[in-house]
């Protein structure tokens, strides 16, 4: 019986171990200093702050993103804003809903730059590799706004749970 336990826990450990550092936070601010790297960050009711090395998807909601660094998946800001400071590179999408996007001095978008109901400000020398989209905000409506939110969730969770059944699947059963 304590072996079983034993086994359990150092599965659950390197299960753990093997998840790449991904920052979820409530209420308290993420700062990725230029010294380190995360997977994924993910804020709520507060701001995502990047001057090193996103290797995956940033969020935040009711909270701004900055990013001094590289990212090298999408930004999404809800209720909030998105700026990319001076020689920063984002490899994906950058999206804020209601909320400002700024683009630094030879700031770098690999695909869309997207402001739905809020300002869009990008310096002459600012590259976005696809297409920047504006959406005033008397053509979308609240419902709509909740509806993308849901369907990201869902997507996401979606995702997870797939991730934990591969795992769970790979593990030697007694």
């Not at 093997?18 to 997977?39: C, L």
């Not at 969770?157 to 030697?172: G, L, T």
């Amino acid at each position: 019986m304590k072996r079983a336990f034993l086994f359990s826990l150092l599965a659950a450990v390197l299960a753990l171990a093997a998840i790449p550092a991904r920052a979820v936070q409530f209420f308290n601010d993420i700062n990725v200093t230029s010294a380190s790297s995360i997977h994924d960050a993910i804020c709520i009711l507060c701001s995502v702050h990047v001057d090193g090395e996103v290797k995956g998807d940033i969020v935040s909601i009711l909270g701004s993103v900055e990013v001094n660094g590289h990212a090298d998946r999408d930004v999404v800001s809800i209720l909030g804003g998105v700026t990319v400071g001076d020689h920063a590179s984002i490899d994906r999408d950058v999206v804020s809903i209601i909320g400002p996007v700024h683009l630094g001095e030879q700031a770098t978008i690999g695909r869309d730059a997207v402001a739905i109901i809020g300002p869009y400000h990008a310096a002459a020398s600012a590259n976005v590799g696809r297409e920047r989209v504006i959406q005033p905000g008397v053509t979308i409506s609240f419902p709509v706004v909740i509806l993308i939110i849901i369907l990201i969730v869902v997507l996401r969770e979606n995702r997870r749970r797939r991730y934990f059944q591969a795992w769970y699947h790979a593990q030697p059963h007694p």
